[in-house]
């Protein structure tokens, strides 16, 4: 019996959206690619994907347009912008956001999406990082209706090893807030333990394989200790900019909810003064640095 697979569509072959995008293609779904950098489509262009030069193009044919992008103005841009999605897409079709943004203005776009188009919107970031994305090992926390997560979920399988629904739209990105708050604040202090050790004499390489199995570890301690202490941090498999960005929807968020983060606010800060030290591009194991350089 021949399978019938929904024509999938995807904008943002960045970090995470490439492997994701692969991952697709290996399923055997047929695949829309968008790139503000066209370049980077071109590995999954040679696999099969049909590359398009705008975003509105990613509609003609898709049942469901997926987006890995950078940020909240990014994906309105994209959504919303001249030859955005908004301009071809129609009822029936919906979009997939992977995107980490703000609650609220998701809960926006979804509504203006859907009312101007009858296009629906599941936010559905996702937590892993590279090394999940290429080996389909994602969590996936999804906000909309349950009907179009069930629809979807047949599809994310091949990225993610747990797919959970939130709740409405939105409530994705209020997951992620969480997971990231917990994912920072446990960056920054990983990088206060590596630099305190070093300061003792104690061969900080081993901190990871010495917690392992304990109350303290992580797979960011299992990541970054050992970076951290090599002082590897290429290549850059993330960025303190995206951390950064991912506290402040935090700060905010507490912000509109009158909930008190004091340890995420503090994180924020510290994020921000690493980052505007030329290191918003870079890998979170430089954080190490910042400890190191501020005791010398």
Sequence with gaps: MTVSYPALAFAGIGLMGLPMSQRLLAAGYSLSIWNRTAEKCLPLQSSGARMVSAPAQLCNGADIVMLCLANTDVVREVVFGEHGIAANAREGQLLVDFSSLEPAATREMAAELESR???????????????????GTLAIMAGGREADIEHIRPILTHLGQRLTR???????QVTKVCNQMIVACNAMVIAEVVALAEKAGVDAGLIASALAGGFADSKPLQILAPQMAESRFEPVKWHVRTLLKDLDTAVKLSQQTGSAVPVSGLAAQLMRQHASAGNRERDPATLVQLYRESEA
């Design 117 to 135: 188009t009858g296009m629906r919107w599941v936010d559905a970031p996702v937590s892993g990082g590279v090394q999940g994305a290429e080996a």
């Design 166 to 172: 939130m709740g409405d739209v939105g409530a994705g």
